[in-house]
């Protein structure tokens, strides 16, 4: 839904400084010539153009159609459906708060909030953990390298399959489990932690990852300072690990906090659609436009998960600072 | 080009009459009614259809094509997946593509299908409809007129584990209670077995054993008039019968996962007494290539019932005429082609998927090569179509929500019947 567009070159971008090498390089503009502007524009034109047309043009049907709703009076000689759309205001989204579908909804919103708190926060843990591994030297680290970042390159559709497998009533969990078989896939609170599983299973390497690359540009003079000063590893890494590489980790949260607020293969694929326990926004969305034809109230869960997301981006941005464009430089700290 | 922008024009402004027209004339704006004849234009077409894992249907188009060369028929192949059918289909018919011809339709589709006018009323006469099973014809109607010709179709049977019901002494049950009984006495001596499965999976599988079990306690789950007819007894009979059968342990609490692959895995493996499914398994749990415990152990019977024998849901497919192909006196010829006889017996010898004619499930050589067609028969000419209304989507999830959280115990069988018929009576409004 929501995708983070890099405000794209500034037309009279020369005054703020680009990150990177070349960044503090802009002091030729100062005197430019006329007509750069002009150009500039007429440069970066092809890619608001095309941005215009995959991004906004998309968001704003997408919200237009959050206010109609498809006729379906049924003619009683024929049988045949009235065509056509009418337009219904804000009934699309009244409905989702107080309507027939209120419960379903808000349901899904509070599954789909429980998801993206626990799973990330798991998430975070082990793929620290997992960087911590991959940062180190020792043989064979290439393998383990590669082992934990399969996972990630699996499609999370087939990861939800295979994960069907495992947590099936006869399957590879229940075999491992002592004590009755758990119907992971029914309803209930099980299934929430099966997905929650799978879930950590799928991204904890995506944080791995991205945590790995924020160690790998920490000095290791400092570690050597730290251990001459007589930091002991614990000391060590919540002192100076953690903050350094706090800025990498809280644009990996911030990505993994957006996509999980859009969570929708691993519910649909592992659970199933329609269970109360693990149904998402978008399951429901999907569940509205692709099955049951009614393309409105679908686009209205679209449209507030949209805000819901872009609410929790513009938070993350503000308050923790998350650098996701990498605009703010090396900033001492 | 210039011709084509040509034909663009005149048919807008005949639209464009069209709709004038039919606005002047009724206040309510109901669309005017379909003609039924006038299905012209002769020349290539598409068959649209899920995954053909028969393996026969290349060869069936293969010999139209060779006797039509000018009316090729291409096979156009979708997922295997019900719904990602349905979805293509869909999404085809609302853009208006003429890119699918002769659709493979569910039977549970076709009232959404014609009411959204995404297909085209067929001339009745231009069919052997007398010579297929009355139940199958049905489905392909809605409002007494014909949208789709049935070409295949499925009904439920029972399968059962005959090597131990022999041991003791006993026959097929034809009711609930004799199939309680039966497990009562057999299971005692045969470890690790279990009673009975069907479908329980919250899915459209679901739905199936949920409306058997309504119809085989003699109720229904919509009406004659298309309202729904579950506030009553029979009703609460056939949900209580699942119900009880989760609780009392008749049904294993693992079943609540089975769609029919997991069933079949089940019964194939030796765990199940009594298993309800479509005629697929047969062929499967008769392997004699060591992935089926059960070959040659096992045997069929029609559904059991709360008096007496029960009546299954009907499961199949229809072939329809896309309203947006350009060739539809074609795609007609092609779907008489498709539903003869002499396609029909082919296709079963290949692929013993059940046919819709009639006279093939009494042909005793076709009976000793599929033992099952017999019992399959019975089935399908008691078999209960499943709800034929154009909100059929949405109907199959309240049915599974209602019929799901009944066998988990979350809610009454009272309450979930109740709540259910409200939210159908909006439905089907």
């Known amino acids: 839904m929501v995708t983070l567009v890099p405000a794209g070159p500034d037309p009279a971008g020369p005054d703020s400084t680009a990150s990177g090498p070349t960044g503090p390089g802009g002091g030729s503009a100062r005197g430019r010539r006329p007509g750069t502007g002009r150009l500039a524009a007429l440069l970066v034109s092809p890619t608001l153009l095309v941005l215009g047309l995959v991004v906004l043009y998309p968001i704003i049907s997408a919200v237009r159609l959050a206010f109609y709703q498809r006729n379906d009076g049924i003619d009683p000689e024929t049988g045949l459906l009235v065509q056509g759309d009418r337009f219904v205001g804000i009934d699309n989204f009244t409905d989702m708060f107080t309507g027939e579908n209120a419960d379903r909804f808000l349901n899904a919103l509070t599954n789909t909030t429980t998801f993206t708190v626990v799973a990330v926060s798991i998430e975070v843990v082990v793929g620290v953990l997992m960087a911590l591994v991959m940062h180190r030297a020792f043989r064979g680290r290439a393998l383990v390298r590669a082992a934990i970042l399969v996972p ?32 992971w896939t029914t309803d209930g609170v099980q299934a929430w932690f099966a997905v929650v599983i799978a879930d950590t299973w799928k991204t904890a390497p995506f944080i791995g990852l991205l945590v790995l690359a924020g160690l790998q540009v920490i000095s290791a003079e400092i570690y050597e300072a730290a251990r001459l000063d007589g930091a002991g590893p614990w000391r060590t890494f919540f ?95 | 080009m210039i011709l084509s922008r040509r034909f663009v024009l005149v048919t807008a402004t005949a639209a464009a009459l069209a709709l004038g027209a039919s606005a002047c004339g009724s206040d309510s704006g109901s669309p005017a009614p379909p003609q039924p004849a006038a299905l012209e234009g002769v020349g290539p077409i598409s068959l649209v259809t899920g995954k053909d894992t028969s393996g026969n249907l290349q060869n069936q188009v293969d010999e139209w094509n060779s006797a039509h060369p000018d009316q090729k ?12 059918q349905r979805q293509q289909m869909v ?49 392909g109607k809605y409002f007494k007129r014909l949208y789709a010709v049935p070409i295949t179709s499925d009904g439920g049977l029972l399968y059962y584990r005959k090597d131990l019901l022999d041991a003791a002494g006993l026959k097929a049950p034809t009711t609930w209670s004799q199939l309680a009984e ?8 045969a470890a690790g077995v279990s009673c009975y499965a069907g479908q329980f999976e919250k899915y459209e599988g679901l739905t199936v054993n949920f409306s058997e079990a309504v119809n085989s306690a003699g109720g229904s789950v919509v009406g004659e008039d298309g309202k729904p007819t579950l506030d009553t007894d029979a009703a609460r009979k056939g949900l209580q019968f699942l119900v009880d059968g989760v609780k009392s342990g008749l049904i294993p609490q693992k079943a609540r996962t089975f769609k029919e692959e997991e069933g079949r895995r089940a019964f194939q493996a030796g765990e199940l007494l009594f298993h309800r499914q479509w005629p697929y398994q047969y062929a499967k749990a008769s392997a004699t290539d060591g992935s089926s415990a059960v070959a040659g152990k096992f045997a069929v019977a029609p559904l059991p019932g709360l008096d007496g024998p029960g009546a299954s849901s009907l499961g199949g497919h229809n072939y329809a005429v896309s309203a947006f192909t350009k060739n539809k006196k074609t795609a007609v010829d092609f779907i008489k082609y498709s539903a003869s006889e002499e396609q029909q017996r082919k296709n079963l010898e290949k692929t013993s998927q059940a046919p819709t004619w009639s006279a093939l499930y009494d042909e005793a050589d076709l009976v000793t090569k599929f ?58 409004k």
């Open chain 2, 73 to 84: 028929v291409t096979v156009i192949e979708l997922p295997e997946d019900a719904d990602a």
């Open chain 2, 182 to 189: 039966a497990c009562a006495k057999v299971l005692p001596t």
């Open chain 1, 152 to 183: 990630w390159a699996v499609p999370t559709a087939i990861a939800g399959l295979l994960w069907r497998w495992v947590f099936q009533a006869d399957g590879v969990a229940n075999d491992l489990l002592p004590g009755a078989p758990v119907l």
């Open chain 2, 91 to 139: 999404q085809n018919a609302q853009t208006r593509s003429d890119a699918y011809g002769v659709l493979n339709l569910d039977v549970v589709w076709t009232a959404e299908f014609a009411a959204n006018q995404w297909v085209v009323p067929l001339p009745e006469a231009d069919f052997p409809l007398d010579k297929l099973l009355p139940a199958t014809v049905e489905t």
């Open chain 1, 239 to 333: 002192s100076i690990t953690l903050p350094l590489v706090k800025p990498t980790l809280l644009v990996a949260v911030l990505f993994r906090t957006l996509d999980t607020l859009r969570m929708f293969d691993l519910p649909y694929t592992l659970i199933g659609p329609g269970k109360e326990a693990t149904d998402t926004v978008t399951v429901l969305a999907f569940e509205e436009a692709v099955k049951f034809g009614k393309y409105g109230p679908a686009s209205a869960y679209a449209v507030v998960l949209f805000v819901y997301v872009a609410l929790v981006a513009f938070a993350f941005v503000r308050l923790l600072g998350a650098d996701v464009f990498g605009t703010k430089g090396r900033r001492s700290r």
């Open chain 2, 371 to 428: 033992p099952y067609l017999t019992q399959l028969k019975k089935s399908i000419e008691g078999a209960t179509k499943r709800p034929g209304v154009v909100k059929y989507q949405e109907v199959s999830r309240a049915i599974q929500e209602a019929a799901y959280g009944a066998m988990s115990g979350d809610t009454p069988v009272d309450d979930a019947l109740k709540s259910l018929q409200g939210k159908l009576e909006a439905l089907t």
